[in-house]
């Protein structure tokens, strides 16, 4: 079974998500650690309470992002990692990591990529009027919110939406789209072709856009 591990930094809704599929048996991987540079965060009680190994490595304590890259790099593979996933995890990764996880590194952002990339994409998305937005499962590479990109599901944004609605709303969609990518890479049915994820099998049936008419 693929062993995967999770780097966190803060409260880990995401990791949760994961957490509860491969409880109830509809994700087959095994979750061999999580990883947070922040000390305390909730994202490690929740993989403690799910009896998943924890460790802190706090990124202040290395001089270079390639340095605290490569002591991530060591306590993955001493845990065995062969798929590292991204859950609201704050630090930008450097060639080290991606480096020794060659095509084996996944993120989720809350928007549509390449819409509003970056730090507040929920916040960027109201401000800036879109009718749709959503969420995005795709491999990392060297550049922000770029690489291949894996799963997407949308969501509708009104006028009367918040910051905070979306970001609720996106979240239910981050939810589900983690643990399918999980499941597609551990069943080993993607493919990258260059940009583009060819997925074996056809992609899993997500729930279509809740599209109002306005
Ligand atoms: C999510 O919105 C994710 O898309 C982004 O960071 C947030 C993490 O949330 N990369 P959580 O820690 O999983 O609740």
Redesign the pocket.
């Known amino acids: 079974m693929l062993t995967v591990g999770i780097l966190?930094?803060?409260?880990?809704?995401?990791?949760?998500?994961i957490l509860d599929r491969v409880a109830d048996g509809s994700l087959r991987a095994r979750i061999g650690l999580v990883v947070s540079n922040r000390p305390g965060v909730?994202?490690l009680e929740r993989a403690a309470a799910a009896g998943v190994p924890t460790q802190v490595i706090e990124h202040r304590g290395y001089a270079r992002r390639e340095d605290f890259d490569a002591a991530l790099v060591d306590t993955l593979r001493r845990a065995g990692v062969e798929l590292v996933v991204?859950?609201?995890?704050?630090r930008l990764i450097t060639r080290v990591l991606l480096g020794a996880f060659r095509d084996r590194v996944i993120?989720?952002?809350?928007a549509l990529l390449p819409a509003f990339k970056g730090l507040h994409?929920?916040r960027q998305a109201v401000e800036y009027g879109v009718r749709v937005t959503g969420?995005t499962v795709h491999f990392v590479d060297e550049d922000v919110d770029h690489g291949p990109i894996i799963l997407q599901g949308a969501v509708a944004v009104d006028p009367d939406d918040t910051v905070d609605t979306v970001?609720a709303r996106?979240?239910e969609v981050?939810?589900r789209l983690y643990p399918a990518a999980i499941q597609l890479f551990a069943d080993g049915r993607l493919e990258i072709a260059g940009r583009r994820v060819r997925v074996h099998g056809g992609a899993p049936a997500l729930p279509p856009p809740q599209l109002r008419p306005w």
């Open positions: 966190i930094s803060g409260s880990g809704t995401n990791l949760q998500a909730l994202g991204l859950a609201g995890f704050d993120n989720i952002h809350p994409a929920q969420a970001t996106v979240l981050e939810h």
